[in-house]
């Protein structure tokens, strides 16, 4: 608990180095801004917990979504999705894998990436980038440890673009997973 708690300090100092540096308040940063620091204080907040220790994702003040909704998300898999409403968010825990997901809507892919990156690689938390690849789709995927003999996790983003034409991104951590012999 200690690692999320340097994190979510990390997040929460990260948007106010935007009021720091004359963009605006934390308070009032851009739409797009503030989205973008929502998604990531959901991934590390309600994400990152089960995915460390295996417990349930944090739902609080979260609704289930409709279940075709949750369907689609899962595809047949064991899950659970809530949605939130006042930031077009959605989480998205897997049960069959440590692997849990944020879908937010209208994410501009560049504040996205910059805010992870400065929260993991600049910031003083126990995780040490180990690789780092960039997608075609603007995304990246990045494999970090927190010590020596840590078990790694993967945080990956991507963008797409609804059917319906609504742009969109995915956030992700996740435990790799050993296969054994």
Request: one cysteine or more.
């Amino acid at each position: 608990m200690k690692i999320l708690h340097v994190l979510s300090v990390a997040l929460t100092c990260l948007a106010s180095a935007h009021a720091l540096a004359g963009v605006a308040p934390s308070t009032d940063l851009p739409e797009a801004e503030t989205k973008s620091v929502m998604a990531v204080r959901a991934l590390l907040t309600r994400c990152l917990p089960p995915v460390l220790d295996g417990t349930a994702a944090v739902d609080a003040g979260l609704f289930p979504a409709e279940d075709s909704v949750a369907g689609r998300l899962l595809g047949n898999r064991p899950g659970q999705v809530w949605t939130d409403r006042e930031f077009e968010l959605m989480l998205v825990q897997f049960h069959d894998t440590p692997l849990c997901r944020i879908i937010a809507l209208d994410i501009q892919p560049r504040i996205l990436g910059d805010i992870v990156l400065r929260v993991f690689d600049e910031v003083d938390t126990p995780f040490r980038q180990q690789r780092f690849r960039v997608d075609e789709d603007g995304g990246f995927a990045a494999v970090y440890q927190a010590g020596e003999g840590a078990k790694a996790i993967i945080v990956r983003v991507s963008t797409a673009v609804s059917s319906a034409g609504q742009r969109f991104a995915t956030l992700s951590v996740e435990r790799p997973v050993v296969l054994s012999n």
